[in-house]
Nanobody, 124 residues
Framework: QVRLVESGGGLVQAEGSLRLSCAAS????????VGWFRQAPGKEREFVAV????????YYAYSVKGRFTISRDNAKNTVYLQMNSLKPEDTAVYYC?????????????????WGQGTQVTVSS
């Protein structure tokens, strides 16, 4: 069992930066791939980024590539999402999710555990 808690969201102006954190409980966290997803009002939840178990592989949605960076510190059971050059269209609730078989998937269906989400609002 893995419990995930996101933090670091807030209100920021366009072109600003935020760093989200996803803190996990559970001894097996390092065996999970972890993804970030986001959901804007009236829209479906969408993939943002994913990181493999060891952090050696990362993948990004086209819309955030070059602006966002996902990383993890397994000693701290934490995954981060550094978000730079934020745009108003990045406004959403951001969720982290863990995949127990280590699959670096872009699909919400492949994730077993989800956090409660953290709100990111980017003003123009």
């Amino acid at each position: 069992q893995v419990r995930l808690v996101e933090s670091g969201g807030g209100l920021v102006q366009a072109e600003g930066s935020l760093r989200l954190s996803c803190a996990a409980s559970g001894r097996t966290f390092s065996s999970h791939a972890v993804g970030w997803f986001r959901q804007a009002p009236g829209k479906e939840r969408e993939f943002v980024a994913v990181i493999s178990r060891t952090g050696g592989n990362t993948y990004y949605a086209y819309s955030v590539k070059g602006r966002f960076t996902i990383s993890r510190d397994n000693a701290k059971n934490t995954v981060y999402l550094q978000m730079n050059s934020l745009k108003p269209e990045d406004t959403a609730v951001y969720y982290c999710a863990a995949n127990s078989i280590g699959l670096t998937s872009r699909s919400t269906r492949d994730y077993d555990y989800w956090g409660q989400g953290t709100q990111v609002t980017v003003s123009s």
